[in-house]
């Protein structure tokens, strides 16, 4: 059994386009008036299936022209959620791997609840929906602290949390939480795959966007604007309250400061053996002037007072 301590740190400083008034016989008859070929435009959502046509009335046919739908997708975010795979994570997998799905009178369970209530606190009054949990340096236990705050966020009824694996360059969150073949993240953030194909849902309240392969690329993906327009299409189709996004280290690449217009907010997380003041130091100054960094959590520190909470994790 391993001891393992919480210090929650004190906080620092569609568009809709409606149905066209132009139908297709006004249309042709526009291109007739013309003389012009009518062009196909281009395609917003759909094709109209050949039904939907209107009939061609006119003496001289037009024939090959394209129909166009216009209709926005009218799915509301609760039915888009319903439409996520739904997945069963393993609980005696989660607790081994230090990961708390449910509340209990372990005190670990309870220090992030109290670091979700704070969460929460800050983002309705900031009016915020996107957090990066990320750190200075490797081996500081993100991911853990990112997965148990969505787990936390998800135990609230009624609730949307979003957990998304950003960490492209080394992605381990699917393997965290003992899920198998997550797929290409990429094939999601460059708009390949739809987000049905790719999102998991664990009960009503939890969304998983994970990642099984390395992506070299990391900071141009993140930073591309196809990437941008999906995760603007997610927070609208799914409406989350909050989105947690694991983040790379940010003193190991350029990923999360080239990111950071993209989140309304940071979690940093220090590793109490390992993690150095100057290091804290400077990831606040490449935080400044760019994105709140909302506050530090300090995993396995070995100091033990007020405000830090000791919980054991067994070792695999």
């Not at 500081?140 to 609730?159: E, H, I, Q, T, Y």
Request: a negative charge.
């Amino acid at each position: 059994m391993t001891s393992h301590t919480i210090l929650l740190a004190d906080a620092l400083p569609a568009t809709h386009m409606g149905q066209t008034d132009m139908d297709d016989d006004r249309f042709r008859k526009l291109a007739e008036e013309k003389r012009r070929p009518v062009t196909p435009g281009a395609q917003l959502f759909r094709h109209a299936t050949a039904d939907a046509a209107a009939p061609v009335t006119d003496a001289a046919p037009v024939t090959n022209l394209p129909v166009l739908s216009f209709r926005h997708n009218q799915l509301t975010p609760s039915r888009v959620w319903e439409s996520l795979a739904p997945v069963t994570l393993d609980a005696a997998w989660l607790d081994g791997n230090g990961l708390f799905p449910n509340s209990s009178t372990d005190p670990a369970p309870g220090a992030f609840d109290i670091l979700r209530t704070r969460i929460l606190l800050a983002f309705q009054e900031n009016g915020w929906r996107r957090i990066a949990v990320t750190s200075p340096t490797h081996g500081c236990g993100k991911s853990l602290v990112a997965a148990n705050l969505a787990l936390s966020l998800a135990r609230r009824p009624g609730s949307r949390t979003v957990l998304m694996d950003l960490e492209l360059r080394r992605p381990g969150l699917a393997a965290l939480l003992g899920l198998h073949d997550p797929g290409l993240l990429r094939d999601f953030l460059t708009g390949t795959q739809p987000l049905e194909s790719h999102f998991q849902r664990v009960g009503r309240t939890l969304a998983l966007a994970l990642n099984g392969t390395p992506v070299a690329d990391a900071a141009e993906l993140l930073q591309a604007p196809d990437t941008m327009g999906a995760l603007v299409a997610m927070m609208e189709q799914l409406d989350p309250e909050v989105v947690v996004y694991d983040m790379p280290p940010v003193l190991v690449s350029d990923d999360v400061i080239g990111f950071a217009p993209q989140v309304d907010a940071v979690l940093l997380v220090a590793d109490g053996t390992q993690t150095t003041a100057e290091e804290v130091k400077a990831c606040e100054r490449l935080f400044e002037g760019r994105v709140p960094l909302l506050g530090v959590v300090l995993n396995r520190a070995q100091d033990v007072r007020t405000a830090r909470y000791r919980y054991g994790r067994k070792q695999r």
